[in-house]
Nanobody, 121 residues
Framework: QVQLVESGGGLVQAGGSLRLSCTASGLTFGDLNMGWFRQAPGKEREGVSY????????AYADSVKGRFTISRDNAKNTLYLQMHSLRPEDTAMYYC??????????????WGQGTQVTVSS
C-alpha cells in the first residue's frame, strides 16, 4: 500500500520559514519523480516544485523561486521543501505527490493527505 505522509506545516508569521517533509512507503521512492503542490481555499491545486528521481533536475513555480528549495533523501524515502520568506499568499494545504513529471498535478499517480501552512501578515 502506497503511503505519502506530509509533516512540518503550521502557523508562521510573514517572513518566517518552515520545512515540510514527506515520507514515502509502499513504493520505490528512489525511482520516482516527486513534486510539491498546494491548494488554497477556492483555488485550483497548483504545482510548487518538482524534483527528478536522481535529484538532478529541479523546477519551481515562479511565485516561489528564490524562496523555496526542494530536496530529497532517497536513503530515507523522504522529500523536503524548505520554505523561506513566507508570505500570506503562500497559505494553503501542501501536498506531496509521486510518479509524475514537472508541475502538472494531472501527471502524478500518488498523493499524500496534505499539511496545512498558514502565514499571518
Amino acid at each position: 500500500q502506497v503511503q505519502l505522509v506530509e509533516s512540518g506545516g503550521g502557523l508562521v508569521q510573514a517572513g518566517g520559514s518552515l520545512r515540510l517533509s514527506c515520507t514515502a512507503s509502499g513504493l520505490t521512492f528512489g525511482d520516482l519523480n516527486m513534486g510539491w503542490f498546494r491548494q488554497a481555499p477556492g483555488k485550483e491545486r497548483e504545482g510548487v516544485s518538482y524534483i527528478h528521481w536522481s535529484g538532478g533536475n529541479l523546477a519551481y513555480a515562479d511565485s516561489v523561486k528564490g524562496r523555496f528549495t526542494i530536496s530529497r533523501d532517497n536513503a530515507k524515502n523522504t522529500l523536503y521543501l524548505q520554505m523561506h520568506s513566507l508570505r500570506p499568499e503562500d497559505t494553503a494545504m501542501y501536498y506531496c505527490a509521486a510518479g509524475g513529471v514537472a508541475l502538472n498535478p494531472k501527471f502524478y499517480s500518488y498523493w499524500g493527505q496534505g499539511t496545512q501552512v498558514t502565514v499571518s501578515s
